[in-house]
């Protein structure tokens, strides 16, 4: 049989030819971006979750590890996370398991959810037999992390319930106090949490609910986006909802893009909205040198995030490029042709890319091309990758591919610093990497 065989080429959706990459690197693009089991502009999610569970039978533990960590806490993702620990716990050994599981689990309805995550990737639905030892021991150390509020807030009426996954890993508690709460969680005797959804859920007044829990302090910056418009519809005091958005307390696990879709359902609050997304730029530090900024608007970066989602990758690529800091920034869109944009910051700058031509095809390779006859120091190119013709290789000092979605095959690898991601991490990325030149 032989053995020296040429390799096989592969190539992006859109017929450019791809690079050959390792396990590693697949899975990074595959999960950095993605919303489980939501189908994107080129593949279904299921596929997607399949390649993910896939990859991580290869890949060894230590580094399915440091993904599923990095994917929680830096990108800010929640579900893809849980999958991930689900399909190590199935295809790796040993107690790195359990520990990744523990520092994964973040919130107190993830117990439940990945209980969940692992019946489905099993194909069985009866939990106790799917749960690995170390999935269990995970589990019960993530369990006693949780106070009566996080157990109260998210003990709901779903086909796993929080006290279902307590007796299957067979928590211990640490002392007598917890052993107490977890007997109320068991008999259901929990003190009722002081959250947004409760309270509403028992007819309280939604002015008086949400101004309380603002100036309390109780209520988190992503619910505070994501219920503006009916604040603004109970007349909740309009300067409480100001202060509250430019606190930008908790902004730092919100993406970026929740901004935009704030302003979407509550126009009014644009302002201020972008008053405390370009806020985020404080702590970013000034690339130095000329940077060029380069953003995918074709036609398959309009497939929307999720599902439920209004917004599409183009709004998460374009709200990127405007919470860029340098001090020497030009901003250009590629599509059927390269148009430069003005260098606005936030949501100004998000639809000045948006807008700035037809989102049809993918001509990266032309766009670097010409990208590459201006002087430049840093090249910053945010896309799904998914080229029409072969993309060239770049002639800046710093160049870097970031990923926005979760594709197979890409282009920006060989010469390219390739980030996967659309949180602010990606670019703390680059001003952390290019001190250590």
């Not at 006290?163 to 107490?180: G, I, T, W, Y």
């Not at 007349?235 to 696990?253: C, F, M, P, W, Y």
């Not at 599902?307 to 919470?323: E, F, P, Y």
Request: glycine content about 6%.
């Amino acid at each position: 049989m032989k053995t020296n065989l040429a390799i096989k080429s592969i190539y992006t959706h859109e017929g450019a030819k791809s690079k050959h990459i390792s396990a590693e690197q697949q899975l990074r693009r595959s999960v950095a971006s993605c919303f489980l089991w939501e189908r994107e502009f080129y593949e279904e999610g299921q596929d997607i979750a399949q390649r993910i569970c896939d990859l991580i039978k290869i890949i060894p533990a230590d580094i399915v590890s440091k993904i599923a960590i990095e994917t929680r806490t830096k990108n800010n993702l929640r579900h893809v996370p849980l999958l991930i620990c689900a399909a190590m716990a199935k295809h790796h050994k040993g107690k790195i398991v359990g520990e990744t599981i523990e520092q994964v689990i973040s919130r107190a309805d993830e117990l439940a959810e990945y209980v969940s995550i692992v019946c489905k990737i099993n194909g069985n639905n009866a939990a106790k037999k799917v749960l690995s030892a170390q999935s269990k021991k995970g589990l019960a150390k993530a369990f006693q992390k949780f106070n009566e509020y996080a157990l109260a807030k998210y003990n709901r009426d779903g086909a796993i319930k929080l006290r279902d996954v307590l007796f299957m890993c067979h928590a211990k508690p640490k002392n007598d106090e917890q052993k107490s709460l977890w007997e109320r969680l068991i008999n259901n005797t929990l003190k009722t949490p002081d959250t947004w959804e409760v309270a509403l859920s028992t007819g309280k007044d939604k002015k008086e609910t949400f101004e309380r829990l603002i100036r309390e302090e109780t209520l988190g910056y992503l619910a505070l986006l994501r219920n503006l418009r009916g604040m603004l519809e109970a007349s909740v005091d309009l300067d409480l909802i100001k202060q509250a958005i430019l606190a930008r307390k908790g902004a730092d696990k919100v993406l970026p893009f929740r901004f935009v879709a704030a302003a979407r359902y509550a126009p009014m609050l644009e302002p201020v909205l972008d008053q405390a997304l370009i806020a985020g730029l404080d702590d970013q530090d000034n690339l130095q040198g000329s940077t060029i900024v380069l953003v995918d608007v074709s036609g398959s970066m309009d497939a929307p995030l999720s599902g439920k989602s209004d917004l599409q990758r183009i709004d998460a690529a374009c709200t990127l490029a405007s919470i860029i800091k340098s001090n020497n920034l030009r901003v250009f869109s590629f599509s059927d042709n390269l148009v430069e944009c003005p260098p606005r910051k936030g949501m100004a700058g998000v639809q000045t890319i948006k807008q700035s031509q037809r989102h049809s095809s993918t001509e990266l390779g032309q766009a670097i091309q010409v990208i590459n006859t201006i002087k430049h120091d840093r090249l910053i190119v945010i896309t799904d990758e998914q080229s029409q013709s072969r993309v060239p290789d770049p002639i800046a000092k710093h160049a870097y591919m970031i990923n926005v979605a979760s594709n197979r095959n890409g282009v920006g690898y060989g010469k390219w610093t390739h980030i996967d991601g659309f949180s602010e991490s990606v670019l703390r990325f680059i001003s952390e990497s290019e001190k250590l030149d």
